[in-house]
T-cell receptor, first 117, second 115 residues
């Protein structure tokens, strides 16, 4: 199993500022995803972080608001830009590997609890 | 697009008893995976059990088992001998085996264990 370090674990931010969340994995992984979990709700995929190329965003999410980097196979960042109170959520990093023998397990970081005032 | 439905927002069970959480999904694909994840107050998403669609045998992990009905597109989770530590949000999730292997989650069921 992969060990995932997600930082920060929580933050309180002012409206209009930006926050960058880091996801570090202890081994190389093929797939990295970023999810958002709004208060009392389920997880919604923001984007797939692609190594060496632009992230693939889901409907309703755009690069200007949620820029993502993935410089290598063990690290990714998600930035929440120009924040508003509606961005208050838990943001989770998820990783996994392709291949039928192993890819059925997607591991999650411990999440970042973001509150925007 | 695939959808996952959990029709029970909340469930409760007496400690040591058995409880079943329901999940249905919609897909036109034949090759996919289904999962149950547990999310305690710590926020950590913990994989409880997984089922491969091409396997007819229901998956079992200790006190956790599933009832997978592929034709009915149903995937329920049975928790036997419920323990206080089982209290959490439970999410059912679908993952295609084609293309982007992202997870699609249901809305979750909050499980309370009554001592």
């Amino acid at each position: 199993s992969a060990v995932i370090s997600q930082k920060p674990s929580r933050d309180i931010c002012q409206r209009g500022t930006s926050l960058t969340i880091q996801c570090q994995v202890d081994s190389q992984v093929t797939m990295m995803f970023w999810y958002r979990q709004q208060p009392g709700q389920s997880l919604t995929l923001i984007a797939t972080a692609n190594q060496g190329s632009e992230a693939t965003y889901e409907s309703g999410f755009v690069i200007d608001k949620f820029p993502i980097s993935r410089p290598n196979l063990t690290f990714s960042t998600l930035t929440v830009s120009n924040m508003s109170p509606e961005d208050s959520s838990i943001y989770l990093c998820s990783v996994g590997n392709r291949g039928r023998a192993t890819n059925e397990k997607l591991f999650f970081g411990s999440g970042t609890q973001l509150s925007v005032l | 697009a695939q959808t996952v439905t959990q029709s029970q927002p909340e469930m409760s069970v007496q400690e040591a008893e058995t409880v079943t959480l329901s999940c249905t999904y919609d897909t036109s694909e034949s090759d996919y995976y289904l999962f149950w994840y547990k999310q305690p107050p710590s926020r950590q998403m913990i994989l409880v059990i997984r089922q491969e669609a091409y396997k007819q045998q229901n998956a079992t992990e200790n006190r956790f088992s599933v009832n997978f009905q592929k034709a009915a597109k149903s995937f329920s989770l049975k928790i036997s001998d419920s323990q206080l530590g089982d209290a959490a949000m439970y999410f059912c999730a679908y993952r295609s085996n084609f293309g982007n292997e992202k997870l699609t989650f249901g809305t979750g069921t909050r499980l309370t264990i009554i001592p």
